[in-house]
């Protein structure tokens, strides 16, 4: 279906499907390039609850976008690679971003996620280079594979409580990282998953972590203080790579 809008003055062509009560944006067909965007809060009388499979992506002229309250999905890749958006503003009833869905959006600074998101999915936010500030909010259980790889301006993170997984790769190559509160609720670390964060200092593994991937501190080269339970004893690998590779470090490795 289709429908037109003239909110702003440059009008739109939507399409987009009606199902389960509500629409999903599909894609958008503006009369000039995009810049601040608000998203349509209905289509077809329905409320829009979702945006589709890469409805901006590679969209480079979208600066900002605010979307309604109404939306609760943001399908794969919606606005991957809008390298010059630097806005954006969530619906409070987004309950998932899929994979992919902001990944190499260059310029975006700063993303308060809302209080329902339950999982982060792979690749969200990989390649976000000027991220510098996430909150994740309690109830979020799952960060996936690669999330934040690569976010190297992200300074630090608190992971809430909730969180009960942290993926392969979750934030490899978070460069400019420099300190991670983990979760004391935790049960599984993937593989890499902090791989080549050459800024972190330190590092707590709680005890109740079950599964530990391979390599999850290799290439921290700046890791002062190491704790972990002495199950996971293939940590001694990571630190002691990490030696050879910066022989300035001064690395304090307690193990419970």
């Known amino acids: 279906m289709t429908d037109k809008n003239d909110k702003r003055g440059a009008p739109c062509i ?40 890469e409805l901006f992506s590679g969209i480079t002229s979208l600066t900002s976008v605010i979307i309604p309250d109404s939306v609760t999905t943001i399908e794969g890749s919606a606005f991957a690679k809008c ?8 619906p409070k009833h987004l309950r998932e971003i899929k994979a992919f869905a902001f990944s190499g959006c260059q310029s975006l600074k700063q993303i308060t996620l809302p209080p329902r998101i339950q999982a982060i999915r792979e690749y969200a936010f990989s390649k976000c280079k000027s991220l510098e500030e996430i909150v994740i909010p309690e109830g979020v259980t799952v960060i996936e594979d690669s999330a934040f790889s690569k976010c190297r301006s992200l300074r630090s993170v608190q992971i809430p409580d909730s969180v009960m997984t942290l993926g392969a790769n979750a934030f490899y190559s978070c460069s400019r990282l420099t300190s991670i509160t983990m979760p004391p609720n935790v049960i599984y670390i993937g593989n890499q998953a902090f791989e080549n964060c050459t800024s972190l200092k330190d590092i707590n593994v709680p005890e109740t972590v079950s599964v530990m991937g391979q390599y999850v501190f290799a290439g921290c080269t700046s890791l002062e203080d190491v704790r972990f339970p002495e199950r996971f004893q293939h940590l001694l690998d990571d630190v002691s790579l990490n030696l050879e590779m910066n022989d300035d470090m001064d690395t304090d490795v307690e193990i419970s």
């Open 14 to 53: 939507y399409d987009y499907i009606c199902e389960n009560g509500g629409a999903t944006l599909r894609h958008v067909f503006p009369q000039k390039p995009l810049e601040d965007f608000t998203v349509p809060s209905t289509l077809g009388g329905l409320p829009v609850t979702a945006l589709g499979d």
């Open 83 to 90: 390298v010059n958006l630097k806005s954006v503003t969530l």
